[in-house]
């Protein structure tokens, strides 16, 4: 049979007549070699008596048995939904790793290859009344999906069953299952994986809020604050080192257990007033998904106070202390602490008379009675990294100030914050971040006379913002922010000549 199509121009010419040959040669091998395997088979069913013909299937299967490669145990974890008399007090319980495990899997479910899929969408009840949505894809009873995690393929499958007679409740699973060999992984390393990335998934969609102490408890409210990284007009280069070090922070839990330090990061915010500080620290919450603690420290009036509301705070939050210039008596703490360096000596005297080191204060007690004079920033630090140590869990603290020169000196020691931020007046990338925030702006005819007014005359983010938001017509705003820098700079130069005069 010839397979080539009659018009075929490639065996008109030598090259072609020579493919030719070497498909008809190729063909003819095949059926050669089909025939005597036929032919082979045949003979055997002649001339071998069923016995022989039994003992060499059975040696064929020992060899392939013996030398091929093993089947591969599985194993099998179920993951029950409801952990009918296993919880505590024998009652029915809500499996945690269940929830967890849906929640992982949703980041895993690829829609296009799944024929069927659950969808559900649901309102979350936040504590403090305020509500969320939230919309979770998961595979439909029956279905399966693949998860690799550190090379090893897992294969998870949604198992649903009774409830059919419409009065008892269908019982829901997850099935995992792997390679025998890898069960350590699975119990030591997998599933700690799937419940640590389910609760960085949780933090992500919730509602962040902010916590405001009364005497001693947290009081929360939801927490909007628009401002994040991008919306953030501040100096580029120090912007993304401070979410570097945010980051560099997150990852570094077992660095921090194994040097034995609180596993917490801390952050001095500074520069005059509208330039930006409140808003760093709620970009700093947005970005992490922590939620934010504001301590007022007025209404703080002994040590276990402090310490309760520091207890109440949970893992992955913020502890903001806003404008410390004004909540400790700096002035007084650092008379002190000249005292002390007069005296050459690190020591102070408590009620008693009894010398101490300033930095024990915390272990102490730094409130000594309702004095509030007494209250020092080392001491409060002291308390924070006393109880933080011993919890293991990332927490950040950001003081901001006005006056970053009217605070103790112990604050500004290397360790202490580790971060210092500056928080300045109004540049250049500044303004031009805030022109593409408030009118979506990348270019202007403008812009050239603006940036050389930026550059001589001192003028906050704050300040740009109310210009720039005075008209929805860019034109106008730009125009209105000129004026308005020009008049600045006259001011200032007016008091400048009446200095001179003076
Ligand atoms: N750097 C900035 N980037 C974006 N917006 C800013 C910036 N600085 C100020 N703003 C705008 O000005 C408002 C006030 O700024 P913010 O409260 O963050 O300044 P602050 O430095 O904390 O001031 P204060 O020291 O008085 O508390 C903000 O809500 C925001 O609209």
Not at 98 to 111: E, G, H, M, R, V
Not at 239 to 259: A, C, G, N, P, T
Not at 332 to 355: I, P, V
């Amino acid at each position: 049979m010839d397979f080539l199509p009659k018009t075929s121009t490639m065996a008109s010419s030598p090259e072609g007549a020579a493919v030719v040959d070497a498909y008809k040669k190729a063909l003819a091998t095949a059926a050669t070699v089909s025939a005597y395997a036929m032919l082979a088979r045949g003979m055997a069913r002649e001339l071998l008596p069923d016995e022989l013909r039994a003992a060499v299937r059975w040696a064929a299967a020992f060899v392939r048995s013996r030398y091929s490669a093993p089947e591969k145990q599985r194993h099998t974890i179920v993951i029950r939904r409801v952990l009918g008399g296993l919880g505590l007090g024998g009652g029915y319980n809500e499996n945690d790793l269940f929830d967890a495990a849906l929640t992982y899997l949703a980041t895993k479910i690829n829609p296009q290859s799944m024929s069927r899929l659950c969808l559900a969408r649901t309102r979350m009840k936040e504590p403090g009344g305020s509500a969320s949505w939230s919309t979770l894809l998961s595979m439909e009873n029956g279905g399966s999906t693949t998860d690799t995690f550190q090379g090893v393929e897992f294969r998870w499958t949604s198992i649903e069953s009774g409830g059919d007679d419409g009065k008892s409740r269908a019982h829901e699973s997850l099935e995992l299952s792997f390679d025998a060999e890898h069960t350590e992984t699975v119990l030591h390393k997998y599933v700690p994986f799937i419940m640590s990335a389910a609760e960085d998934l949780r933090l992500r969609d919730r509602a962040l809020k902010i916590f405001l102490n009364e005497s001693s408890s947290w009081r929360g409210i939801n927490h909007h604050h628009p401002a994040t990284f991008d919306t953030l007009a501040m100096d580029p280069a120090m912007k993304q080192s401070v979410m570097d070090d945010l980051d560099r922070f997150l990852k570094r839990k077992e660095y921090y257990r194994r040097i034995g330090k609180a596993w917490k990061r801390g952050y001095l915010l500074y520069g005059p007033p509208g330039t930006g500080k409140s808003s760093l620290v709620a970009a700093m919450a947005n970005y992490l998904r922590f939620n934010l603690y504001d301590l007022d420290l007025s209404s703080v009036y002994d040590n276990s106070c402090l310490q309760r509301l520091l207890m109440d705070m949970p893992n992955k939050s913020i502890l903001v202390i806003e404008d410390i210039d004004c909540s400790f008596d700096t002035m007084s703490r650092e008379k002190d602490g000249k005292l002390r360096q007069a005296a050459g000596t690190d020591t102070d005297t408590d009620e008693d008379g009894d010398e101490y080191d300033h930095d024990d204060v915390g272990a102490r007690g730094y409130f000594q009675g309702r004095e509030r004079h007494k209250m020092t920033l080392s001491g409060l630090l002291n308390v924070i990294d006393g109880l933080w140590s011993t919890t293991g869990e990332e927490r950040v603290i950001v003081f901001t100030t006005n006056y970053k020169d009217r605070l103790d000196r112990a604050l500004l020691r290397p360790g202490r914050m580790d971060m210092h931020v500056y928080m300045g007046h109004c540049g250049w990338e500044a303004f031009r971040t805030l022109a593409r925030n408030y009118h979506l702006l990348d270019d202007h005819a403008l812009f050239p006379e603006i940036q050389e007014l930026l550059a001589a005359v001192e003028v906050t983010p704050a300040e740009v913002s109310e210009m720039l938001l005075r008209s929805e017509d860019v034109d106008v705003a730009l125009r209105v922010l000129m004026e308005f820098i020009k008049a600045r700079r006259s001011k200032t130069n007016d008091k400048h000549n009446d200095g001179i005069t003076n």
